[in-house]
T-cell receptor, first 111, second 115 residues
Framework: RKEVEQDPGPFNVPEGATVAFNCTYSNSASQSFFWYRQDCRKEPKLLMSVYSSGNEDGRFTAQLNRASQYISLLIRDSKLSDSATYLCVVNTNTGRRALTFGSGTRLQVQP | DGGITQSPKYLFRKEGQNVTLSCEQNLNHDAMYWYRQDPGQGLRLIYYSQIVNDFQKGDIAEGYSVSREKKESFPLTVTSAQKNPTAFYLC??????????????FGAGTRLSVL
């Protein structure tokens, strides 16, 4: 089983739609969680950290469910510019302090 | 501007040749990382360094080598022992790896292809 699993998509949605992605992680000792955004042939960029209480940044809402070991990202009022791959990232705190990346979920927002 | 600079952007390697990818950061970050990304896949950790003059193997270190002689620099050498080097290589840094948050910031990447 992969440490971090995501549905690869693609999710094809019309502009203005609400779309949600889930991500599951296998290590129950994981301590911090992030969503990164990666545009085609570019580097990943931090979209938002994910806090236990859930957090919102404009049209983006991230939630963490420790009991079920999953993280979600909700995008409201999708824009064409939201088209990208969204990477779920987990810090398992195994001592090397490196992050474990999911393979990403591709979103295509259509006009 | 503060950031992470990777060079070159594109690199071609001949069979049997060693090539070195540069990564420089002026963020004063302690930790630096090298990842490899293959098409449609997630990032895989090659090497990481939490402090100057120290580095550790990641999940796919075979065929690669690194050095960390200066805080701001973490070059990656792809040796001839790496039989499938074609990939997108990403360098990252973080301010303090001992923090649970450990947000990593990435350079723009180097695309390596085999001639």
């Amino acid at each position: 089983r992969k440490e971090v699993e995501q549905d690869p998509g693609p999710f094809n949605v019309p502009e203005g739609a609400t779309v949600a992605f889930n991500c599951t992680y296998s290590n129950s000792a994981s301590q911090s969680f992030f969503w990164y955004r990666q545009d085609c042939r570019k580097e990943p960029k931090l979209l938002m950290s994910v806090y236990s209480s859930g957090n919102e940044d404009g049209r983006f809402t991230a939630q963490l469910n420790r009991a079920s070991q999953y993280i979600s990202l909700l995008i409201r009022d999708s824009k064409l510019s939201d088209s990208a791959t969204y990477l779920c990232v987990v810090n398992t705190n195994t001592g090397r302090r490196a992050l474990t990346f999911g393979s990403g979920t591709r979103l295509q927002v259509q006009p | 501007d503060g950031g992470i600079t990777q060079s070159p952007k594109y690199l071609f390697r001949k069979e049997g040749q060693n090539v070195t990818l540069s990564c420089e950061q002026n963020l004063n970050h302690d930790a630096m990382y090298w990842y490899r990304q293959d098409p449609g896949q997630g990032l895989r950790l090659i090497y990481y360094s939490q402090i100057v003059n120290d580095f550790q193997k990641g999940d796919i270190a075979e065929g690669y080598s690194v050095s960390r002689e200066k805080k701001e620099s973490f070059p990656l050498t792809v040796t001839s022992a790496q039989k499938n080097p074609t990939a997108f290589y990403l360098c990252a840094s973080s301010i303090a790896p001992q923090l649970a948050k450990n947000i990593q910031y990435f350079g723009a990447g180097t695309r390596l292809s085999v001639l």
